[in-house]
């Protein structure tokens, strides 16, 4: 930091203890000009902070700092922009491994350029977690986990290499080994300090601790009052390089909650019921900060939960004040007592401080909700947002049966499943009547039972969202005690696992001698990482899959996760529903989604009675009971003692290459991109978009895992068939996710989502558009052959374009396939700046305006002009003419939204645009 101005006269100091730190005082500020800002959001002290740190009447001004003091009147809506420095930058594999390749890139492009490489380093703290490549092939027996894990080494061997060379060769850059846990609750439970600390000009300054990260879920450590979110790898590559984020000072909704849980119910049901709430309210691009007197009956890592799942309800941050509970947890998590004594102190003496008695500080608006109204819930089939309690869940389902059908009809089961659901021994094929079907469902090869739309095939806990909980992993290892205790098992056509977010759960679940039930349960250790979740479930049973596809079968999974787009789980399995902990268990028994699991029975006991939910659904008491006993300090110290070691396996990988990587021509997983491609110092003049075709048209929703999928792909599709050309066995094709370092994969898993609908093509489900000459082919097939033609390429769209994970390859993808604009009714955050980000314009149709009512349906050429001398927000005209000839010009918003962004897409992408800056520095 180079301070060249203190206009408010904020650096001060604080003691605490014996040491003394440099702050930058919010009183001060307040007697100094900024009157009335401690009645900011928590939230926004935090921003506020930031600026006034970094004033150097350059790119944080002493107008930028008195916006933040005018918000107050205007709640936010006016939109000031203003340039933000996170403290570091957080990342996982998927989205890290391509970061690193660019930051790779970026020194060979230096070299290029006739500049250091050396000038490419991070410039904060970086650290990446390996969390998204344990895939879920080995399950419900003791030695899954090594087995997985070894697999996992096998199919990740050069990536790991290639995260081994950027350890050792990039400064200020950390790497968590495989095998160590999720990189949202290795960042709350080990890396996040709350307030952070750094030696600058012989001062110890402390400041909030902030960050921004390369996944969505960044934002659970909300939870521990870290003000953090997700943004694409090219935006955490530019802040990790020493650029500012460039945003709008954001509006700040806050959400209070008052009561208190009521028994039965799990903080998995309260998260679902918070997103169905604010994605109604309508939150995206916004700040939520949560406040009331019933915060202080919510546990921190139950606060975690609900931040974690700011990208489900549109947020972009979902913020918890620092309060007692956070100070409690940074003790029970083993932080260093003078961490945490600043913790508290800094907190106090900034106004950062909760507490029940609080004024409540000015929202933008506010909603709220009584924590006692709260009942046990799912979500799903297909999103995240589509709560529906558990009462209503079996019914629910059937009318979504229909819906993914298109009319096919099952009736709620009235009782159990009883012997007319099993068959004969050695049975096998297909029923021969639609009666025997409807009623008995349909045979599996080698198995003695059947299996029908909505019986449960995978029931996974996993994710971040709920491993960080234990009191809810604890509620699921009770529920299989009681059931072990009964006498039940899963059904066998459900594929159980567990997936824990840290060693730390692994821990208390061995002491507490829960993790025996739940291996009796078949809910052994999988892995550390987020599996299922993102696509990584493992492949099902070969003759369940069989009889899924042979039959269109809906199958259904039920998972502790925070996604459940559809095509994401796993490609057999097209309802998905998010859950609770002690649910996944629960529903493992019954098997199936069309018999109420609250009234009906979960199977038959030992003793030959029914056994019921409520028969083996712990009470708060149990929970606490467990948690009291099983938890202390020392877990957290001993398995974070030394993070960063790994095991043999990550110890003995060689490592070649210096301060260039030695790129390998015949890797299939790391490749040097063609971002840099005859790049000159001097960029090139922007010119309008002139008769480009239409590559794929969409309707709402379009998620990032539909735009650039991370699970699994086949041999006939266009990533399959390169990896097969360069002799990769389709066993061997691993995950999209886990080929992020290789361009050549990536464009052609782009749009290659098997659910996706492009809406050019009637009927036609999956990745696959109009070739120039009109025949039916991939979307990455069709694009190639408009580039060899030099054609320019559009895409149109509906409304909350872009939904979902910070998937950079979504724009990485979307601009090496061609396409020069998204022209959508709107866009969700993350997406529209990298597009912005990867010099893809971002348009938004005026309202009432849409590509249905325009009537386009692809066949039509498309010129946006004005691109010559363009402003941020400015309006654009899209000259459309149709194929009968007909002509006409619609008036569209270009969301290049500040300074900084109309600067990257000058420069061809935020990537150009900092090289040549560090270039010429």
């Excluded at 790991?160 to 990039?170: C, H, I, K, P, V």
Aim: charged share 25%.
């Amino acid at each position: 930091m180079t301070e060249t101005s203190n206009s408010f006269k904020t650096k001060t100091n604080l003691t605490v203890g014996n040491k003394a730190y440099t702050i930058f005082s919010l009183a001060e500020a307040e007697k100094n000009g900024l009157d009335g800002i401690s009645r900011l959001p928590h939230s926004l002290k935090v921003v506020l902070e930031n600026l006034l740190r970094f004033e150097d009447d350059r790119t944080v001004k002493a107008a930028d700092i008195k916006a933040v003091k005018a918000w107050l009147d205007d709640r936010g809506r006016a939109g000031h922009e203003i340039s933000y420095r996170p403290a570091r930058v957080l990342m996982q594999d998927f989205t890290g491994v391509p970061a690193v390749v660019d930051l790779a890139a970026m020194r060979d492009a230096t070299a290029n350029l006739g500049a250091d490489p050396q000038k490419i380093n991070p410039l904060v703290p970086v650290d990446l977690v390996i969390d998204h490549s344990v895939m879920v092939d080995y399950f419900g027996t003791p030695g899954a986990f090594e087995q997985n894990v070894e697999k996992e080494y096998q199919r990740n061997g050069e990536r790991y290499e290639f995260l081994r060379w950027g350890q050792s060769a990039f400064e200020n850059f950390r790497v968590v080994p495989p095998g160590t846990g999720i990189c949202h609750q290795v960042n709350l439970e080990y890396l996040a300090q709350t307030v952070w600390t750094k030696q600058e000009n012989g001062e110890e300054i402390a400041y909030p601790d902030t960050l921004v990260g390369t996944d969505s879920h960044t934002t659970m450590v909300n939870g521990l009052a870290v003000l953090g979110w997700g943004v694409g790898g090219i935006e955490a590559e530019a802040a990790m390089l020493g650029q500012p984020i460039s945003m709008l000072i954001p509006e700040v909704i806050g959400f209070k909650f008052t009561g208190k849980l009521p028994e039965g119910t799990t903080a998995t049901d309260l998260v679902l019921h918070v997103v169905e709430m604010l994605r109604k309210k309508g939150v995206v691009g916004k700040f939520v900060e949560f406040f009331g007197a019933g915060l202080s009956n919510l546990s921190l890592e139950d606060k975690a939960t609900i931040a974690n799942m700011a990208p489900e309800y549109g947020a972009t941050c979902g913020f918890f004040p620092i309060d007692k509970e956070t100070i409690k947890y940074l003790n029970d998590s083993g932080r260093e007592p003078d961490r945490v004594a600043l913790v508290e102190a800094y907190a106090k003496e900034q106004g950062m401080f909760r507490s029940d008695n609080d004024e409540d500080p000015v929202f933008t608006d506010t909603l709220e909700l009584d924590l006692s109204t709260v009942v046990p819930s799912l979500a799903g089939p297909k999103r995240p947002q589509d709560r529906v309690a558990l009462t209503d869940a079996s019914t629910a389902f059937v009318k979504a049966l229909e819906d993914i059908t298109g009319g096919r009809k099952v009736s709620p089961e009235p009782e159990s499943r009883g012997d007319s659901r099993y068959i004969d021994e050695g049975a096998t094929g297909v029923h021969d009547t639609p009666e025997d079907s409807e009623n008995h469902g349909y045979a599996v090869n080698g198995a003695d039972y059947r299996i029908s739309d909505g019986d449960v095939v995978i029931a996974a806990i996993t994710s971040c969202t709920n491993t960080s909980n234990p009191s809810v992993l604890i509620a699921a290892g009770l529920v299989a005690r009681k059931a072990r205790e009964k006498g039940l098992k899963p059904q066998p056509w459900v594929k159980t696992s567990l997936a824990p977010g840290s060693q730390v759960v692994t821990e208390y679940l061995e002491k507490s001698g829960l993790q025996e039930d739940l291996d009796a349960m078949g809910f052994n250790t999988v892995g550390y990482g987020c599996t299922t979740c993102i696509g990584n479930s493992g492949p099902l049973d070969e003759n369940i899959s069989r009889t899924i596809n042979d039959n269109d079968l809906v199958a259904v999974s039920v998972l502790s996760g925070n996604r459940n787009f559809e095509g994401r789980v796993n490609p057999d399995v097209r309802a998905n529903y998010l859950a609770s902990p002690p649910l996944v268990v629960a529903y493992s028994l019954l098997g199936k989604m069309t018999a109420d699991i609250t009234t009906q029975p979960l199977g038959t006991g030992s003793d030959g009675q029914p056994v019921y939910l409520k028969d083996i659904w712990p009470t708060s008491t149990e929970v606490a009971e467990v948690l009291r006993s099983a938890i202390s300090v020392d877990m957290f110290k001993r398995r974070y003692g030394d993070v960063f070691k790994g095991d043999k396996r990550w110890q003995e990988i060689k490592v070649d290459g210096g301060e260039t990587y030695k790129w390998s021509s015949s890797s299939t997983y790391v490749q040097n991109p063609p971002y840099f491609e005859g790049m000159t110092m001097e960029p090139k003049p922007i010119t309008d978009i002139e008769n480009a075709r239409v590559l794929s048209i969409f309707l709402d929703s379009i998620t990032t895992d539909h735009i650039s999928p991370a699970g699994s792909f086949k041999a006939g599709t266009p990533a399959g068939k390169y990896l097969m050309e360069r002799q990769v066995k389709p066993i061997d094709f691993n995950s999209f996710g886990a080929r992020r370092g290789n361009h050549e994969v990536m464009m052609r898993g782009t749009f290659a989502n098997i659910r996706i609908k492009n809406q050019m093509l009637d009927g036609v489900e999956g990745g696959f558009t109009k070739s120039p000459s009109g025949e039916v082919v991939p979307i990455y097939d069709a694009a190639m052959e408009y580039k060899a033609q030099g054609t320019p390429l559009v895409i149109f769209a509906g409304k909350e374009y872009g939904t979902g994970s910070s998937r950079d390859w979504a724009a990485k993808g979307t601009t090496l396939l061609g396409v020069r604009a998204v022209i959508a009714q709107s866009f969700e955050r993350i997406h529209r700046s990298n597009l912005v980000g990867m010099g893809v314009l971002p348009l938004v149709f005026e309202d009432g305006t849409s590509w249905q009512s325009l009537g386009i349906t692809g066949d039509e050429t498309v010129s946006i002009r004005g691109l010559t001398e363009i402003e941020p927000r400015q309006t654009l005209e899209l000259d459309i003419t149709f194929a009968d000839g007909r002509k006409e010009i619609v008036p569209v918003l270009l969301r290049i939204d500040t300074l900084d962004e109309l600067e990257y897409y000058r420069h061809g992408g935020i990537l150009q645009y900092v090289l040549r800056n560090l270039v010429a520095a």
